[in-house]
């Protein structure tokens, strides 16, 4: 379930009140009760109003939201009580005329992008309850509405009437013998107020659902999926069990997905708010809908994670997806509860129609902002890999972990490229080494495992890893992520002076210094197999670097050591932005099994004093560039978005919690140089 319930939907609600207001006979001269004000209200959060009608910062149910269709532009009307540029001048019969039939005050028909066919189910109560919200339980705005902008012949309003001669009933919902009152509640709900078949449901030729209700020899149609605005809206027929669709949309994620695009938006304004009743009749109605002809089965068992692929590291697809997507969705493609969502069994992912994964993938994703999920993770786009590149990653990701999609093209995503034209800065000089290219150097072999003992550094070398760190937990993607201390260009510095050492260090030399440090373990026999293939690696990526080069992005970048730390809001920063990956208690994320996720920052499974990460201004550099992760639209991590003061802030509190001493400590910057922050 990827998609809203269609903006398109709203089209025609944002012409709804538009056009010269028609005073009647029964507009309300007195503020209803607070009882119906308050059920007016829920039906409002039934139907999704504010969703179109309020505009990004602006006001409630003022309108202006614009909403860009292949006929045109329409800007979302005033719907707030305002006499004169709102809907206060209109009677209840108006409204109710609208609502049902597509017709407003001003005599003008709608467009059937308006789900008014939807809205003609509501029973009269609930009318009345919302127009008594509407007229009575929202502020007053003067705002004057906006003209559409619609094309010849979609201009030309005559023809509506026709349309709704053909495709319009309404006859309120009237509930069957044979269901219950659960069965009922649920069918009133999805076919009525909740409109979902305006977005999940497949359109005729003249934009008509072919549907209403799952009656009749029509009725195989409803709900079983339709491509809205790019996404791909699935099939909503026998969904997951109950109690996990009701988790989706009470908050907006649960075991098999999470939302993403549009549909986000509903579970923030809408869906959230309703009742537990609701949505339980909600999800045991579409569970008792027979699955649609091409639909594929909706899993009910969570699966356990899957072994990473056998392709993982021997295919770009594998390899591209390791860089760019695996530090969130993990190798195993179980994501991350509660943070990232897992690809394994995942309806988006193996659905027959792949738009809405090329959509998220080209263009980025936010998760929807609940009461259970207040904190929004975000994916950025990643427009700027090619579409060979894109078309690799998800038909690697289509074809794992018990997945069964068919394989995307490059031409697939290049058609949604053109159609979506996304946006992206490139303005840094850094060049992001692709991963997949290891498979066509001359010693392919040795450069994979180079890249595989830096990425599963304790899993490759338990007897070299004294912590549950690896090399990628400070040199991110495979030390491919500028400021996130990227290898690029690294090899070309080495031999070199260390200032640490206070001599010309091997590069050798300064990777057991990380195993000693960072990693609290045993260096590698420098001749060894491992630590050359780890060497290669620094090499592959060596490219055409010159010692006397400067290497855009390389290291962490700088934080002024003038700023003074408060650990005070250090620990509040802590407990706001890092706990979530790293634990209350500083121990980092793991799976139920032990498995790492995300490393610990302090303890005895944390670097150690000697390590850089273990002082204030380095550490808050790296935070500064680096995290959280899934936090804005900075590829390839959505990494950043801390000010420098709460960088230092958070830096000094963790980097000087308890962790392991270092006992070559005393042998440290013997030639004098020691910094400021330095933990001995």
Not at 630 to 653: I, K, N, R, T, Y
Request: aromatic share 8%.
């Amino acid at each position: 379930m990827v998609s809203s319930f269609l903006r398109l939907a709203a089209v025609g609600s944002a012409l709804l009140f538009g056009g010269p207001l028609l005073a009647g006979e029964s507009t309300p001269t007195a503020a209803s009760d607070g009882a119906q004000l308050d059920r007016g209200k829920y039906i409002a959060q039934l139907g999704d109003c504010i969703a179109c009608h309020t505009a990004p910062q602006g006001e409630l149910m003022a309108g202006g939201l614009e909403l860009s269709t292949p006929m045109g532009t329409i800007y979302s009307s005033n719907i707030t009580p305002d006499p004169k540029t709102g809907i206060g001048a209109y009677s209840f019969e108006q409204f109710d005329k609208a609502m049902r039939e597509g017709v407003n005050a001003a005599g003008q028909n709608l467009y059937p992008a308006m789900p008014y066919p939807s809205y003609a189910k509501m029973t009269e109560a609930d009318m009345r309850d919302l127009y008594a919200y509407l007229m009575h339980g929202v502020p007053a705005v003067a705002k004057d509405n906006r003209e559409a902008e619609m094309q010849w012949p979609f201009n030309q309003r005559w023809g509506l009437a026709l349309w709704n001669f053909a495709f319009l009933d309404n006859t309120p919902f009237e509930p069957q013998p044979t269901r219950d009152e659960v069965l009922n509640r649920g069918a009133y709900l999805v076919q009525g107020l909740g409109h979902c078949g305006a977005c999940h449901t497949p359109r005729g030729i003249a934009f008509q659902e072919k549907a209403m209700s799952d009656d009749g020899r029509s009725g195989k149609h409803f709900l079983a999926g339709e491509t809205v605005e790019h996404w791909q809206a699935l099939s909503l027929r026998d969904l997951w069990t109950v109690p996990d669709t009701v988790q989706l949309l009470k908050t907006g994620q649960n075991r098999f997905a999470t939302v993403s695009g549009n549909m986000a938006e509903v579970i923030h304004h809408s869906t959230q708010h309703f009742t537990d009743a609701d949505l339980t009749a909600i999800a045991t109605y579409l569970k008792s809908l027979p699955p649609g002809e091409n639909d594929l089965p909706m899993p009910a068992v969570a699966q356990a994670p899957a072994a990473p692929p056998a392709t993982l590291f021997s295919s770009r697809g594998g390899l591209g997806y390791t860089q760019f997507c695996a530090d969130c969705h993990r190798p195993d493609g179980g994501g991350v509860p509660g943070l990232f969502p897992p690809l394994a069994h995942n309806p988006s992912v193996a659905s027959n129609n792949p738009t809405s994964l090329m959509h998220i993938t080209l263009t980025g994703w936010k998760t929807a902002e609940t009461a259970a999920h207040p904190r929004v993770y975000t994916m950025p786009g990643f427009a700027r890999l090619s579409d060979q590149e894109i078309a690799e990653i998800l038909t690697f990701v289509r074809g794992s972990w018990g997945n069964d999609g068919t394989p995307i093209s490059d031409k697939q995503v290049a058609q949604l490229r053109k159609q979506l034209n996304p946006q992206f800065n490139n303005s840094t000089a850094f060049e992001t080494p692709r991963l997949a290219n290891l498979l066509a150097a001359a010693n392919a072999d040795q450069v994979v495992r180079g890249m595989r003992l830096h990425l599963q550094t304790k899993e490759l070398l338990p007897d070299n890893v004294g912590n549950a760190l690896n090399c990628t937990s400070c040199h991110l993607n495979a030390g491919t992520v500028a400021d996130g201390s990227p290898f690029v260009g690294v090899s070309a510095f080495f031999p070199g002076y260390a200032p640490r050492a206070g001599k010309v260090i091997t590069l050798e030399e300064r990777i057991n210094g990380c195993f000693r440090r960072s990693m609290n373990g045993k260096p590698l026999p420098p001749q060894s197999a491992d630590m050359q293939a780890m060497v290669a690696y620094f090499d592959w990526m060596k490219f055409n670097t010159k010692p006397e080069d400067k290497v855009p992005g390389r290291g962490v970048g700088k934080v002024d050591p003038a700023i003074k730390p408060d650990l005070a809001n250090g620990e509040l920063i802590y407990a706001k932005q890092c706990a979530v990956c790293h634990g209350n208690q500083g121990e980092g994320l793991a799976r139920a099994d032990g498995t790492p996720i995300y490393p610990p920052l302090w303890g005895d499974q944390s670097f150690n004093i000697g390590a850089g990460m273990a002082r204030t201004y380095t550490a808050a550099a790296f935070v500064k560039r680096n995290m959280p992760i899934g936090f804005h639209e900075q590829f390839p991590l959505g990494q950043g978005g801390l000010s420098d003061q709460e960088a230092v802030d958070v830096a000094a509190w963790f980097s000087q919690q308890p962790r392991p001493d270092f006992p070559d400590k005393v042998k440290d910057w013997p030639n004098g140089g020691r910094p400021v922050d330095a933990r001995y």
